[in-house]
């Protein structure tokens, strides 16, 4: 069921759910159904993926070479599997191969590829693809990259140079062997979604001592003729002539501007016993007419004469006082057109993280080479986050700590300069991170307002300049902030900018007050000036509790890809722009 519906918790009783988590009346976030139907923990959007190659190498004697591609993809133990493999292009060593590969995109997940080209010999010309064995044919190199590699390129085009699994060491004497072309594309069958505002006239009472509570089900109906929930209303309190908050529903989410909707009026009643006031089945193209038209439809309510049902018309009436249709533009649209995520860092050293130089310090650099939880987050955010950042160049800062003869500093340059923040690749971070364990003096208290408003000034002067970027700042944490108010504040002005917060709590610590800057539970943050955020910007996630699977990157960046969304649609801002 969609979940694309303004936010009421009795109208949401009304067709079984719960309520959501979220309690913001904000008619954007009603949009949300169309994004979170792609994965509620994050965006998962199928991506077909075709292939091309240019000047592969010619392995026939009488003819040029036969090529094929075999797709695999790298499981969690490192291990290749197989999963797809393309027709043979007969003679050709430029090809363009018909099929393709369909593949379930993850944000959070980093999905390495690796592509084979093979020669197929003549003898097997007339075998199925799929029965071919791969050991009998002649590679004509391989390549792999990223699933995000090639989705984050402004044309969702990646090409890569062909080698030989023996060439793995440079030689200066390297063979030629061609380049292979991954384009990606999103699968939709529409992105178009309907607004409609909807209101009803003369509505029967249904209450003895007050006037009805309405709220409206939407469904569409299937090939078996059952009804599917897919949309509802608020509930409208002691109301015979409501008018909703806007409602939202994508044309693929009910099959298409013809398929039958069921609009269903019901009293509002908390024991979930709802009364059905009256009926209406229309399709969007209906509704449309009826706000042009600004005509309404009588309601209807069934009742059963023997062994057929009659529909008995009542008085009550159903208008369309609003009737539009937008393009709900998807992430990978932004990236699609030069958008990018900047990754940023913030590491605290604090000195309740402990000295450095003992085994039990959360900076004890393991000289094994075993990364400690602050090294593990940084590499392992990093390694998502990098790829849709075209420079790979990431400012990282480090707080609570007394740099060599100075001041204690809550938000200063982790490489040591005074000049410039920037490190080069995640790499870099790890570098400067090592670095400063070695040139600072561990202090406090833990402050986090500084360098929330450091990432906020860069994301603002990029704001400023127009620059397609959204700014992603990583803080890592061992302890309570003791600026929790400050920080509420920085928060709050920033939830106006591009930019979205990482909290990765590290350590036993109690993070309770962790937990409040995160949204999560409905109420957004408030300044000391009474100002709410316009929307949530933070995630945290405490690392002791799943630093033990493989989620821990996965939960950390669950919500990015929608507050990216948030941001872009809060400001009208299309990919095009």
């Not at 940023?344 to 050293?349: C, L, N, P, R, T």
Request: net charge negative; aromatic share 10%; proline share 4%.
């Amino acid at each position: 069921m969609g979940n694309c519906c303004s936010d009421v918790g009795g109208g949401m009783t009304a067709i079984g759910g719960t309520a959501p988590s979220t309690s913001t009346s904000n008619q954007n976030d009603a949009a949300d159904w169309y994004f979170k139907s792609h994965g509620i923990h994050g965006i998962f959007s199928q991506i077909e993926l075709s292939f091309s190659a240019t000047n592969l190498r010619d392995r026939d004697v009488f003819s040029k070479s036969d090529p094929m591609v075999v797709v695999y993809i790298q499981e969690r133990d490192g291990a290749f599997t197989e999963v797809f493999r393309t027709e043979v292009v007969l003679n050709s060593l430029n090809p363009t191969w018909i099929t393709k590969y369909t593949i379930t995109y993850q944000f959070e997940i980093v999905q390495i590829l690796l592509f084979r080209v093979f020669d197929v010999d003549t003898q097997f010309h007339n075998v199925e693809v799929k029965m071919l064995k791969l050991e009998e044919q002649q590679s004509l190199g391989e390549a792999s990259c990223a699933l995000s590699e090639i989705v984050s390129k402004p044309n969702r085009s990646l090409t890569l140079d062909l080698v030989q699994r023996e060439e793995s060491v440079p030689s200066t004497h390297s063979q030629h062997r061609g380049k292979l072309t991954v384009h990606a594309e999103e699968c939709f069958s529409s992105k178009t979604t309907a607004e409609m505002t909807l209101k009803c006239l003369n509505l029967e009472s249904k209450d003895l001592f007050s006037k009805s509570d309405p709220f409206l089900v939407i469904s569409k109906v299937v090939e078996s003729g059952m009804s599917i929930p897919v949309c509802k209303t608020e509930v409208s309190k002691n109301d015979l002539n409501p008018t909703w908050k806007p409602v939202f529903l994508n044309i693929k989410q009910v099959g298409s501007k013809d398929s039958p909707l069921v609009i269903e009026c019901f009293n509002f009643n908390s024991n979930g016993k709802h009364d059905l006031i009256g009926k209406v089945q229309k399709s969007l193209a209906d509704l449309e007419k009826l706000h042009t038209g600004r005509e309404g439809e009588n309601l209807f309510l069934p009742t059963p004469v023997g062994h057929d049902n009659q529909n008995k018309a009542l008085k009550s009436k159903l208008f369309v006082e609003k009737y539009s249709e937008t393009v709900q533009y998807t992430f990978l649209d932004y990236l699609a057109a030069g958008f990018e995520l900047n990754f940023m860092v913030a590491i605290d050293f604090t000195a309740s993280n402990g000295n450095p130089r003992l085994p039990d310090s959360l900076h004890y650099i393991d000289p094994s080479g075993r990364l400690n939880a602050y090294q593990k987050a940084i590499y392992e955010v990093g390694e998502v986050l990098q790829f849709y950042d075209a420079d790979k160049r990431f400012p990282a800062w480090g707080f609570g700590a007394r740099p060599i003869d100075g001041p204690v500093s809550h938000c200063f340059n982790l490489n040591g300069s005074s000049n410039y923040c920037e490190v080069e690749g995640i790499r870099g971070i790890m570098m400067a991170y090592t670095s400063a364990l070695f040139n600072v003096s561990l202090a406090g208290p833990t402050l986090f307002g500084h360098v929330i408003n450091r990432a906020a000034m860069i994301a603002s002067q990029s704001l400023a300049n127009d620059a397609k970027k959204y700014f992603v700042l990583l803080i890592i944490t061992d302890g309570v902030i003791t600026d929790l108010q400050e920080t509420k504040d920085a928060l709050v002005k920033a939830s106006d900018l591009p930019l979205s917060i990482l909290i990765v709590g590290v350590g036993g610590a109690d993070f309770k007050e962790m937990e409040i800057l995160d949204a999560d539970k409905g109420e957004r943050l408030e300044s000391s000036t009474g100002r709410v955020a316009s929307r949530d910007i933070v995630q945290f996630v405490p690392f002791r509790d799943i630093q033990n699977g493989p989620s821990v990157v996965q939960e950390l960046l669950a919500e990015l890809p929608s507050q990216f969304l948030a941001y872009m649609r809060s400001r009208e801002i299309k990919p095009c722009s």
